[in-house]
């Protein structure tokens, strides 16, 4: 799923669009997806519509273009606590809904 917006403490972070990440949640109780440099992959738990994820792993690549992105995308994973569906994908949010990771059910279009 594409990650389409990412807001950290509030405030937005600018260029998800263009560093095209995505991000999966299986049945099994993996994440998974690209930050927009990195591949990563973790775990999550979901009881309800609470949701917590184990530390996150990733590849080691530096991209300069997109690593504020990545960077953002790893922290808010861990701030978030609920997990909203909608028809359009999902959205991960913190307690007091300062931060947000939303992703729709569009595929990006070229991971590398």
């Known amino acids: 799923m594409a990650v389409t917006r990412i807001v950290l403490d509030g405030v937005e972070v600018p ?6 990440a995505s991000i999966a949640l299986t049945e099994d109780g993996n994440v998974q997806g690209y930050g927009g440099c990195n591949r990563f992959f973790g775990g ?9 994820f184990s ?5 080691r690549r530096y991209c ?3 690593m504020a ?12 606590t ?3 569906d909608s028809e359009e994908g999902f959205s991960l949010l913190s307690e007091d809904g300062s931060t947000e990771v939303a992703a ?3 595929r990006v279009g070229s991971e590398e």
């Not at 999550?44 to 917590?52: N, T």
């Not at 530390?55 to 590849?59: L, N």
């Open 15 to 20: 260029g998800v669009a263009e560093a095209k």
């Open 44 to 52: 999550y738990r979901l009881e309800g519509d609470r949701i917590s």
């Open 55 to 59: 530390p996150i792993a990733s590849t």
């Open 64 to 66: 300069e273009e997109t």
């Open 69 to 80: 992105v990545e960077d953002a995308l790893f922290v808010a994973l861990g701030k978030v």
């Open 82 to 84: 609920r997990l909203k």
């Open 104 to 106: 729709s059910n569009e």
